[in-house]
């Protein structure tokens, strides 16, 4: 497999495990072996197995969200 970058994206409205679940299921589900990873202290989500960072981010604010895609660095 190619060594593929992550797509990072800080969802400030992501506030509870439900709140990571709904954006877990939706990403896995329209990116089938997408792997989702996501740290609510932070509201960092960082998704790898796919490159389309606008999809992505599409889906999520399609479950309600406003995520802001950042670089591996952090900045938006």
Same mark, same amino acid.
């Given at each position: 497999m190619p060594n593929e970058a992550a797509i990072a994206m800080i969802v400030e @409205?992501?506030?509870?495990?439900?709140? *990571?679940?709904t954006i877990t299921s939706a *990403?896995?589900?329209a990116f089938p072996g997408a792997r989702v990873s996501a740290d609510l202290a932070t509201?960092?989500?960082?998704i790898s197995g796919t490159s389309d960072a606008r999809a992505v981010? @599409?889906?999520?604010? &399609?479950?309600?969200? &406003?995520? *802001?895609? *950042? @670089? &591996?660095a952090g900045a938006r």
């Open positions: @409205d992501m506030t509870c495990g439900h709140c *990571v679940r *990403v896995e589900g509201h960092r989500v960082t981010a @599409d889906v999520v604010a &399609a479950e309600g969200y &406003a995520p *802001v895609l *950042v @670089d &591996a």
